[in-house]
């Protein structure tokens, strides 16, 4: 569920200072950054149909075109490589990378 459209005048998602461009918040998502023309960085918590299952069973990227390029665990003070058996905790932030529409998408039918 889309929950707002921000307007982007300063920015901080992974470590980066972002000014100007459109930011697209969902309910869960913390943040997203363009990456060139036409993908997009985002960062946001699991939906719950998501918690206790891994990325492998998920099958993001054949479902929603999504790519999981990290995981930052609340237990854990840094972000690591996914690891594609490992359950999703809820607590979790998955930061992704996909097209424009791929997270709303996957945030719509989850």
């Known amino acids: 569920m ?10 901080v998602l992974l470590g980066y200072e972002v000014d100007g461009g459109v930011l697209l918040l ?5 943040g997203e950054l363009p990456l060139g ?9 699991p939906p719950a149909a998501f918690v206790g299952h891994s990325l ?3 099958q993001l990227p ?7 390029v990290a995981v930052r665990r609340a ?9 594609p058996q490992a359950p999703l905790e809820a607590d979790d932030v998955l930061v992704v990378v996909s097209k424009e529409g791929a997270v709303t998408a996957l945030m719509e039918r989850s």
């Open 26 to 30: 969902h309910e869960r998502s913390l």
């Open 75 to 83: 237990s854990r003070s840094r972000v690591t490589l996914p690891d």
């Open 37 to 45: 023309a036409d993908l997009l960085i985002t960062e946001f918590q």
């Open 56 to 58: 492998a069973v998920l």
């Open 62 to 68: 054949r479902r929603f075109g999504v790519t999981v």
């Open 2 to 11: 889309l929950k707002q459209r921000v307007p982007a005048v300063r920015t």
